[in-house]
Each structure stands twice: as structure tokens, then as C-alpha cells.
């Protein structure tokens, strides 16, 4: 059977998404909804490229957090690609935690200039108390097509816990750690692409936040966009 593939108004679609996901999301009971100290916060979605104008954010995307005495709270609403086989394929979504952002060494900059003071170089630096936890998995489909490529819209939401339940699930972890400073922490949102799923290994992978995938398969087990969240 052939999925059909069809082209939409891309602005349009994603404009409507972004606003009926940002209204549950604020509705959304979760962490303690009611805490008169809870910080909204929306940044645009940014690829992961090399280059600084490589990271300017990706138009009709949003990001957004919340931040609670009890945790985060975060929806991504982003277009990404699927495999052109398939015409699906499978996503996660990462919270990457730096709960002491004023040691960090190693900020990252757009064309506007500095975005964030973190980055993947100062995981490993005890004095940042960085964690990377899994947020949450979803099978992408097809929707529309933008320059001859195949994408769809990853359209996600997920929450984290402060202290001993911001601990992940065994596997799932990128950098062992918890949530630790709520309000001070610097979080980014990674988005990454597990590719096309093939048999129940891959279904686990993207569905209870397993780190696999091949790399050797071209968009299969690579981070390809983020979000930023300074305090």
C-alpha cells in the first residue's frame, strides 16, 4: 500500500500546530499547574550544524518549557524529514540539563551572537552537573514536501522531575545525572532522528529512549535540531 504525499502550506500547518500545542500544553495540568512561581519560556528550533549561521532557528518552529518548583515541563513542534522508503520515521526527544551553567566553558552562537552559555563540551565537566535524560519518542509521518524532501511534523511534549525522579529510566540516559536547579539551569531540547523502523528492536529504541540506531545508514541515530532555555 502507498502512502500518499501530499503538498501543504507549510506555514499554515505548522502555525496551527504550534498554536493548538502551546494551548494544551498551558492547560495541561502536569508538574503542579497551579504554582504561582511557574516561568513560561518559547525559543525557536535550531539545526545542529557546524557553522554559526547553520544555527539560526528553522522558521515556523517552537519550543517551549516550564519551569515548576516540582520540574520542566516542554513541548517541540519542529518539521523534520522521513525516510523517503517509508515515509515515516523515528524521533526522540532529549532534555539536556546543565544545573550549573556559570561554569560552563563552551557557548554556542548564531548570526545574531551568543545563544547559549552550554554545550555538548561541557558535559563532561564535573562543576556544570550536566545530565542528558530522555523525554519521549514518536513515530513522524509524512505530511507535506519542502524542496523535493520528505517531512513531517514531530509535535511532542514531555515532563522531568527535580531530584531523585529526574534520574531516567535504565538506557535511556545520554549523561547520568538529575534535574537539580530548576530555575538556574540552563536546558536545551534535542531532537534526534532514529531514522526508518525496522522489527521491534527499533520500536523499543525510539519508544523507551534506547541511544541505538545505525550510523552508518544516512539521518539513522544522529541529533539534528535543539532548542535553548537560558534561566
Known amino acids: 500500500m502507498t502512502r500518499k504525499n501530499p503538498k501543504v502550506d507549510l506555514k499554515r500547518w505548522v502555525t496551527g500546530t504550534v498554536l493548538v500545542a502551546t494551548i494544551l500544553f498551558l492547560l495541561s495540568p502536569g508538574l503542579l ?5 511557574s516561568k513560561f519560556t518559547r525559543a525557536p528550533v535550531r539545526n545542529m550544524g557546524p557553522m554559526p549561521a547553520d544555527r539560526d532557528p528553522i522558521p515556523n518552529t517552537v519550543g517551549t518549557i516550564r519551569r515548576f518548583d516540582s520540574g520542566l515541563s516542554m513541548t517541540i513542534v519542529t518539521p523534520v524529514p522521513v525516510d523517503e522508503a517509508t515515509q515515516e520515521a523515528a524521533y526522540t526527544a532529549w532534555w539536556v540539563v546543565f ?13 545574531g551572537g551568543v545563544i547559549s ?8 565537566n564535573p562543576a556544570v552537573q550536566a545530565a542528558g535524560l530522555w523525554a519521549t519518542g514518536i513515530l513522524v509521518e509524512a505530511t507535506f514536501v519542502d524542496n523535493g524532501v520528505s517531512k513531517g511534523v514531530l509535535n511532542v511534549s514531555g515532563q522531568l522531575g527535580v531530584g531523585p525522579n529526574g534520574v531516567p529510566l535504565p538506557g535511556s540516559s545520554l549523561t547520568p545525572g538529575i534535574l537539580a536547579n530548576v530555575k538556574g539551569a540552563e536546558v536545551h531540547l534535542v531532537v534526534r532522528n532514529h531514522g526508518a523502523l525496522d522489527g521491534m528492536d527499533d520500536y523499543l529504541e525510539f519508544s523507551t529512549g534506547q541511544m541505538g ?19
Open 33 to 37: 499547574a497551579d504554582d504561582p512561581h
Open 99 to 111: 544545573n550549573k551553567p556559570e561554569n560552563c566553558t563552551n557557548p554556542v552562537s548564531d548570526s
Open 117 to 124: 552559555q552550554c554545550s555538548a563540551g561541557d558535559l563532561t
Open 213 to 231: 540506531g545505525d550510523p552508518a545508514v544516512p539521518n539513522q541515530a544522529r541529533n539534528i535540531q535543539f532548542a535553548v532555555f537560558r534561566p
